[in-house]
């Protein structure tokens, strides 16, 4: 038996003995989604949100005057921040700032993993908007920015999973080459499992699944723009690894989606830009 397939095992162990303390949805995050999903979200009852949680809303203003989405001026506060960037994009910053939380581990290797992963979740969160925003493919801007952030949270819970075991065991002795040939079978199974007991719907279960599927559903709009901009973030080695001979131009999604060179070519410009955003 493989060494891989020995980690693989002792993490699907550890899953089933329901020893692992999974992620859990901010529930801050939550009551924002619930006020943006409303027909006409209130400017002043998102602002008291944020403001009730001093730590978020210190970071809601520092990704607000962060180079990304800074304008002539710096905004001092939550409200001048929403009237800035439109509530639609202080939900963004708002899941972006909550989430940060879970990819941070007191375990050095982890954590330099963790950090890689958070750069390429936001790039593919970012990426997935752009280009929901570049053609008209019925996919709501606040599904595409989520699906793009959360497509791989799987890898975002074997690595928690991995840091709990060896907590237990202090002498176990984990190469980074295994870490991530775990992260690569499990993910996709893992990380559906554990949107779904976050309560999301299903389409994002969908994702976390079938991201790396060889056989999809070609008309699911929001897998094709997250498969998209999770290819481009391997192109230009956003995450934790990197690929410069992917010919974007030729790949099944870019086909689907009608995405030309030139697409594709700002594409990878404006996810260049997401690096700030995770500093």
């Not at 972006?96 to 007191?106: G, M, N, P, V």
């Not at 199974?189 to 279960?205: I, S, T, V």
Request: net charge negative.
């Amino acid at each position: 038996m493989t060494a891989p397939v020995s980690l693989i095992e002792v993490i699907n162990r550890f899953i089933e003995s329901d020893a692992v303390s999974l992620p859990v949805f901010n529930s801050t995050s939550s009551r924002i989604q619930q006020e943006m999903a409303k027909r006409e979200p209130s400017i002043p009852i998102i602002e008291k949100i944020i403001t009730a949680d001093q730590a978020l809303a210190t970071q809601v203003l520092k990704i607000a005057n962060s180079p990304f989405y800074r304008g002539l001026v710096e905004v001092g506060t939550v409200r001048a921040a929403i009237m800035r960037l439109g509530m639609e994009e202080i939900a963004k910053v708002v899941l972006l700032a909550t989430s940060r939380q879970h990819f941070k581990s007191s375990d050095k290797s982890i954590n330099v993993l963790m950090k890689k992963l958070w750069q390429h979740a936001v790039g593919c969160a970012y990426g997935t908007v752009w280009l929901s925003r570049r053609y008209t493919y019925g996919v709501d801007q606040s599904q595409a920015f989520f699906g793009g952030l959360f497509h791989d949270v799987g890898k975002l819970l074997i690595l928690v999973i991995i840091e709990q075991i060896k907590r237990k065991n202090p002498a176990l002795k984990i190469t980074e080459a295994l870490l991530l040939e775990a992260m690569a079978r499990l993910h996709a199974r893992e990380g559906a499992k554990l949107l779904a007991q976050w309560n999301m719907p299903e389409y994002f279960c969908v994702i976390a699944r079938d991201h790396h599927a060889e056989e999809i559903d070609e008309k699911n709009f929001l897998l094709l723009m997250v498969r998209m901009a999770n290819q481009v973030c391997h192109k230009l080695g956003i995450g934790l690894e990197k690929d410069t001979a992917l010919v974007l131009p030729a790949t099944l999604e870019a086909d689907l989606l009608n995405l030309s060179e030139i697409d594709l070519a700002e594409l990878e410009i404006a996810l260049e830009d997401t690096a700030v955003l995770t500093n």
